[in-house]
Nanobody
Framework: QVQLVESGGGLVQAGGSLRLSCAAS????????MGWYRQVPGKQRELVAD???????NYADFVKGRFTISSDNAKNMVYLQMNSLKPEDTAVYYC???????????????WGQGTEVTVSS
């Protein structure tokens, strides 16, 4: 079993900052990428940013220049620094990893339980 636990969400005013953290634990053999998604009611979950084990990053256009993803491979942690927050960033943010639980298992997606971010105007 792979467990992902997010933290760092909360209420912030527009223009403010938050830092999300996600810790992966359990039966993890390898991790290919770690990332953050977000979802608002009635909409599909969307990619915010992800990062490969080698440090290559990918950002959704709507967060470029405002959010920064980083990771600590030794600790199996991924972070999302969110600056210049806007009311439209309000969502539940989910941590996700693509990895394998054993050497012979195909890579799978694992998800955290989500952390709420609310940006007031």
């Amino acid at each position: 079993q792979v467990q992902l636990v997010e933290s760092g969400g909360g209420l912030v005013q527009a223009g403010g900052s938050l830092r999300l953290s996600c810790a992966a634990s359990g039966s993890i053999f390898s991790i290919n990428t770690m990332g953050w998604y977000r979802q608002v009611p009635g909409k599909q979950r969307e990619l915010v940013a992800d990062i490969t084990r080698g440090g290559n990053t990918n950002y959704a256009d709507f967060v470029k220049g405002r959010f920064t993803i980083s990771s600590d491979n030794a600790k199996n942690m991924v972070y999302l620094q969110m600056n210049s927050l806007k009311p439209e960033d309000t969502a539940v943010y989910y941590c996700e990893i693509k990895g394998s639980s054993t050497w012979f298992a195909a890579p799978a997606d694992y998800w955290g339980q989500g952390t709420e971010v609310t940006v007031s105007s």
